[in-house]
T-cell receptor, first 112, second 112 residues
Framework: KAGVTQTPRYLIKTRGQQVTLSCSPI?????VSWYQQTPGQGLQFLFE???????NKGNFPGRFSGRQFSNSRSEMNVSTLELGDSALYLC???????????FGPGTRLTVL | AQSVTQPDIHITVSEGASLELRCNYS??????LFWYVQSPGQGLQLLLK????DTLVQGIKGFEAEFKRSQSSFNLRKPSVHWSDAAEYFC??????????WGAGTKLIIKP
């Protein structure tokens, strides 16, 4: 079974731009979560989607948004990028309930 | 509030020596506990998990962890480390809002 895939793997943007990251979960997994990883703040939860509905959201500003499609693929969007948004963005999928999350390789976003 | 503490930021171990990485958690209910490993620039790979039952759990790559409710700990162990074990290790608690709460990570350095 293929693992979680994330595209693109690397991205360079400038301040003020917006960006969209994509995540394809493991086949049969209906939950997708997003995490931000930075050297200063570590791993922080952004949001989780299940069957196209956001079930939980972390403590991030409204510039960070996401959605999930009927095939369980998910996208996250960051608008009006700031330097501090430079991070590794990790996507994880799980079957559905409180279960094991399996991670993709991440998207490395650099904001200049 | 739920939290996870990994008291050691770095640990240096000689190749072939035993390893123990510490993890303490604060969580009101019965926790779901995880250990993940991250190689530089990569995503997170699940090493092992504890949901219930036997408090000594076996994982991949020869790792094991023991859940001790009385000490709120879930320490990771390996009897003999290999150079390929050099990576960063993260302990996490899964809560009932579908998110993982992370420790700060422990970077493992292997001395030849």
């Amino acid at each position: 079974k293929a693992g979680v895939t994330q595209t693109p793997r690397y991205l360079i943007k400038t301040r003020g731009q917006q960006v969209t990251l994509s995540c394809s979960p493991i086949s049969g997994h209906r939950s997708v979560s997003w995490y931000q990883q930075t050297p200063g703040q570590g791993l922080q939860f952004l949001f989780e989607y299940f069957s196209e509905t956001q079930r939980n959201k972390g403590n991030f500003p409204g510039r960070f948004s996401g959605r999930q499609f009927s095939n369980s693929r998910s996208e996250m969007n960051v608008s009006t990028l700031e330097l501090g948004d430079s991070a590794l963005y990790l996507c994880a999928s799980m079957v559905g309930g409180t279960d094991t999350q399996y991670f993709g390789p991440g998207t490395r976003l650099t904001v200049l | 509030a739920q939290s996870v503490t990994q008291p050691d930021i770095h640990i240096t171990v000689s190749e072939g020596a035993s390893l123990e990485l510490r993890c303490n958690y604060s969580y009101g209910a019965t926790p779901y506990l995880f250990w993940y490993v991250q190689s530089p620039g990569q995503g997170l790979q699940l090493l092992l998990k504890y949901f219930s039952g036997d408090t000594l759990v076996q994982g991949i790559k020869g790792f094991e962890a023991e859940f001790k409710r009385s000490q709120s700990s879930f320490n990771l162990r390996k009897p003999s480390v290999h150079w390929s074990d050099a990576a960063e290790y993260f302990c996490a608690v899964g809560d009932y809002n579908y998110q993982l709460i992370w420790g700060a990570g422990t970077k493992l350095i292997i001395k030849p």
